[in-house]
């Protein structure tokens, strides 16, 4: 059983594409989301604070440390949050949810533990909506010691094929083996993929990224900050009122990491970036304006030096809703060879 991780849009051109369809779905389906995400001690902390908890568990070490965990324990909520999201490469077409009927919590989950997180349709109901069918989950969390620690019971709606806002007409899923969304894991369950290896890349095609991310002020303003920029046009509104001529815009570093972030859907396998050359940018983006990315693939050969690793150019190009080009870069990639790499060994 496979699905794809891509429509064809164009002559050699593809766009991301995520996400089971209702009639993709049947009971006992067993999906292994990827990546796993780290659960910091920072996070936690953030979390609590953020919410206005007021279980100093959370971010008082010193208390945590005469509890009976001996450290601050995890905000249960939090886990949630991170359960239900890093699900939503596989259930990315779900409407709305319709309900949880339980969380339960088996595991204490604490600081510097990694998530991983597993679903298993448990009932499909066709219903009488045209546009969706019923789905119900149980998401299970584990931790980087294969600890069970919590068991989510969810009830979803999940577009039926051709009803999902995004469904174009004409563009039709590629059945490649390479842009497959999931690979076959152990007992029969799917792992979602986590992009293409050096073999998958072909010069000349181009990857239309997906979604796009919208920037806002308050975030251009955080990202500069913690990065020591003092200008004063990216932290100071006041600065901006007495000198109306200066236009507001997002940081610029903050626009070539989300825009080098926004490729890393299909460019997953990559072991490192080699370097950025003949960055260009047009013009300042806005805050509140949308990125949106796509690659070209250019040269490809293997590594002399690093045999299991192929070295890919690509092209990158974001531009606005608008469509106006605003970031252009050329970019030199390690990427892992079929077979090679940590994936096997990372429950990849």
């Not at 939090?78 to 077409?93: D, E, K, P």
């Not at 913690?226 to 001529?245: C, F, G, M, T, V």
Request: proline share 5%; with cysteine; net charge negative.
């Amino acid at each position: 059983m496979t699905f794809s991780g891509y429509l064809r849009v164009g002559q050699a051109r593809y766009r991301e594409r995520f996400g089971l369809s209702f009639e993709d779905v049947t009971v006992g389906m067993t999906i292994q989301h990827r990546p796993g995400v780290d659960f910091s001690q920072q996070d936690n902390r953030d979390e609590a604070l953020d919410t206005i908890n007021n279980a100093q568990l959370h971010y008082d070490t010193n208390y945590g440390t005469k509890t009976a965990w001996g450290k601050p324990l995890g905000v249960s909520t939090l886990t949630v949050q991170r359960l239900i999201g890093m699900s939503s490469r596989s259930w990315y077409r779900r409407r709305r949810i319709l309900g949880i009927g339980s969380i339960s919590m088996t595991k204490p989950v604490f600081g510097d533990d990694t998530l991983y997180a597993t679903s298993t349709v448990t009932d499909v109901l066709d219903g009488g909506d045209p546009d969706v069918g019923e789905v119900a989950l149980t998401i299970v969390g584990t931790s980087q010691r294969s600890e069970t620690v919590s068991e989510i019971h969810i009830r979803i709606e999940l577009y039926r094929e051709g009803r999902h806002p995004e469904d174009e007409p004409g563009a039709e899923p590629v059945d490649e083996a390479r842009f497959a969304l999931h690979h076959p894991g152990d007992g029969g369950a799917l792992v979602e993929q986590t992009g293409l290896f050096f073999e998958d890349l072909v010069t000349g095609e181009t990857f239309v990224h997906w979604p796009g991310k919208t920037l806002g002020a308050d975030e251009s303003r955080l990202h500069a900050i913690r990065n020591l920029e003092i200008n004063p046009r990216w932290s100071d509104d006041a600065y901006l009122n007495k000198h109306p001529q200066i236009e507001a815009a997002v940081w610029e570093p903050l626009i070539i990491g989300t825009v080098t972030a926004l490729t890393t859907r299909t460019m997953g396998r990559v072991m490192a970036n080699l370097g950025w050359t003949d960055v260009e940018l047009p013009r300042p983006v806005r805050p509140g304006e949308t990125l949106y990315a796509e690659s070209t693939i250019g040269d490809l050969r293997v590594s002399h030096s690093h045999p299991t690793l192929g070295i890919a150019e690509v092209e990158t190009r974001a531009h606005v809703a608008t469509g106006e080009l605003v970031c252009r870069y050329q970019r030199a990639l390690f990427v892992y060879r079929r077979g090679e790499g940590p994936y096997t060994a990372a429950g990849y």
